[in-house]
């Protein structure tokens, strides 16, 4: 058995079988996102190359549930990952994306606290913060990332030529709004 905090090894083999090095039995894409259902981090390496190779069974497990019409991701936010593979501002998606998610899970979690109590929508601090959070990830992810970050800019206007900001420019104001957004949340 593998110790407290330690991810769960799932080996792959040659004939692409996944195997569960805890139950030793073999195992499915859907068990998979079971254990990680229940809280349960995993690590998937190839049995004779060593090759982690679990990022690549996670996008995976997504793929198949977007297929079935179980969306989570909208097109455009879709679209927008796309499109951070191939800009300079592709390394700041993947903080903002973690720091977007660690939000969401802690709003939820006080959420779940609150609902012990009698009026739980009228005590819930933090739920303002977190509907704006989540307001501005999207408009983020979007590509149309606005004044409720920062207050700022809120992207070029196809209107009056203003559109030449070199990517440099939109990536520094993108590290701005995220160093604010930082700040207001350490805050709360």
């Known amino acids: 058995m ?4 330690e991810p ?7 004939s692409r079988r996944l195997y569960n090095t805890e139950t030793s039995d073999y195992v499915t894409l859907e ?18 190359s060593g090759d982690d190779l679990t990022r690549q069974y996670l996008l995976q497990i997504i ?3 977007e297929s079935r019409g179980e969306s989570v991701l909208p097109i455009t936010v879709l679209t927008d990952l796309v ?5 300079q501002g592709g390394s700041v998606v993947p903080d903002f994306l973690a720091m977007s998610f660690d939000m969401l899970k802690e709003g939820q979690s006080k959420m779940m606290e609150n609902m012990t109590a009698m009026n739980p929508m009228a005590r819930m601090p933090g739920f303002e913060a977190m509907r704006a959070q989540q ?7 979007t590509g149309g990332i606005t004044g409720g970050l920062s207050g700022q800019w809120s992207g070029p206007d196809p209107q009056d030529g203003d559109g030449d900001r070199s990517a440099t420019e ?6 701005r709004q995220l160093a604010d957004l930082q700040s207001k949340l350490s805050k709360m």
């Open 2 to 5: 593998a110790t407290e905090g």
């Open 8 to 14: 769960l090894l799932i080996k792959r083999y040659a």
């Open 31 to 48: 068990d998979i996102a079971g254990f990680i259902r229940t809280g349960r981090d995993v690590k998937i390496v190839d049995l004779k």
């Open 63 to 65: 793929a198949e549930h």
């Open 83 to 87: 499109r951070s593979y191939s800009t």
């Open 135 to 141: 307001e501005a990830f999207m408009k983020a992810m």
């Open 170 to 175: 939109e990536l520094d104001e993108i590290k």
